[in-house]
């Protein structure tokens, strides 16, 4: 099936499974290779009735490649991952992989137990999905060589490259970090737990035990922008930004100044933006989706509510979140009195 058919298929909401990837497709140097940039997590778009639009979550999609994004992660926590059925997730990845059409990699989340998160891998590389970031398994906190054996089996499963997600309940030891970074197909650790020592020791344990790797890591605090400074301390650059979604501008701009040493602009931002966002995220839960989608929103696109369990923010947060994208666009060094 040619891309145009697939743009066709998509367009009338249908699920496509794409011809397998060539035996080439998906190792770990090409993906790693081209995550240099911003990493931009878009929400899945639901239509009135709860049903996917994804006429809204292309224009999501391709609105966010336009403005920079240096890769698309799609149908991840922000995407809403666990509220997606396998069919759903199918016609989300191939919408992302056609609007993508070669000119960033698309990453697709998976997750639940072993079988599930192959099963989706599997949809993933069906779709032309570059790479998967694997989420953590479903509800049970299993024990260091029960992680290994997950990521492992998942990472034999496709030709897809994998990044683990540690937070929640999978954390785990710098040793079994050195494992999985040996192991064919992982190629990068995404930190959710924001444990900084941890987080050291597993950097310094790979460079020690698995010294021919070339593993990625990445900063995924649900506002990574807050701790960017921090990370970069440890040698870890790579990011996802929520912000990205919903004002790329103030995504764009603080990470072109945290990447250059502008202090002044990475200060601003962070004072007069980020830390309040994060202020505002903290007051609901599930507020690291629901928020961002509520952003979405309120700069034009109608990408419609989150799907329950997870519920809208409060009117007068999303009355907060608008004032506070307004003062963060005040605040860009191109904006009419920034830094005064």
Known sequence: MDVDQKHARVSQGEPVTAQPPPADAGRSPQLADRLDGLLF?????????????????????????????????ACCGTGEFHALTPEEFAACVTAAVVEAGGRVPVVAGTGYGTALAVRFACLAQDAGADGLLAMPPYLVTAGQ??????????AAATALPVIVYQRDNAVFTPATVAALARTPGIIGLKDGLGDLDLLQRIISTVRTDAPDEDFLYFNGLPTAELTGPAYRGLGV???????????PD??????????TGDDDTVTRLLDGFFRPLVELRNQGRGYAVSLVKAGVRLRGL???????????????????????????LALLPEAPGAGA
């Open 41 to 73: 997590f878009p929400v899945t778009a639901y239509a009135p009735d709860g049903a996917l639009n994804l006429t809204a979550f292309r224009t999501h999609v391709r609105a966010g490649i336009d403005a920079g994004a240096a890769a698309v992660f």
């Open 145 to 154: 060589e029960g992680l290994r054996r997950h990521y492992a089996d998942l």
């Open 237 to 247: 650059r790579l990011y996802s930004s929520a912000v990205f979604a919903f004002a």
């Open 250 to 259: 103030i995504a764009l701009a603080f990470h072109r100044a945290l990447s």
């Open 302 to 328: 109608d990408v419609g509510e989150v799907r329950p369990p997870l519920n809208e923010p409060a009117p007068a947060h999303v009355e907060e979140l608008a004032a506070l994208i307004d003062h963060g």
